[in-house]
């Protein structure tokens, strides 16, 4: 078509900017925002998806919402110091923060993750 | 004044009409209900001064809310199985229910109360 340049861009071409991922420091993590960020049954269900140790992704944890829901949970589980995310190409992986979790709070996870499975 | 009859009422003529009080049995308590009610600053607050064991008023209790503010989250806290609410004429008594919790949700409210305390 007269008057319109057409460009073709390689895959290298293509700048990914990924939204900044801000986590609460170990000391930050706040009991009443650890709680109500667990008071919500799929996120517990991230969470002890999460609990094995391994490293996730969004859609490979089974959850009856749509994507843009489980966005938003693990936001939520990430502001409160539950989860860490990184960025890994277009991949968002999420880990529990047990470590901090565990010298935070002890025990609460644990016996979080117990009421879970009941 | 003529027409205008006066009544004249004892305290044993009035019947105080206290509003139900209706509380989850042990095997309703849910998890996320649970945790919902435990990620108030205030209400965290609550918990701890009703963990000595003791029945206490709403008033007896130091919170920097109003009375409608405190009493909401009572029921907040009895509607979830947290505290146990009776009325005992005028006065509202509330109380921790501690061995429900712990059968249900083993360790769960020490961890939260020692978080509390920290």
Known sequence: MDGVDTVTLEASDVLVVAEP???????EIELASVLHALSDPMRLRIV????TGEERSC???DL???KSTC???FRVLREAGLIRQRQEGTARL??????DLDVR???LLAAVLAGARN
Chains 1, 2 share one sequence.
């Open 21 to 27: 991922l801000p986590h609460p420091a170990r000391r």
């Open 48 to 51: 002890a998806a999460l609990a």
């Open 59 to 61: 859609k490979s944890i």
């Open 64 to 66: 009856p919402v749509v």
């Open 71 to 73: 966005t938003h949970h």
């Open 94 to 99: 999420n880990s529990l923060r047990r470590d």
């Open 105 to 107: 709070f002890p025990g």
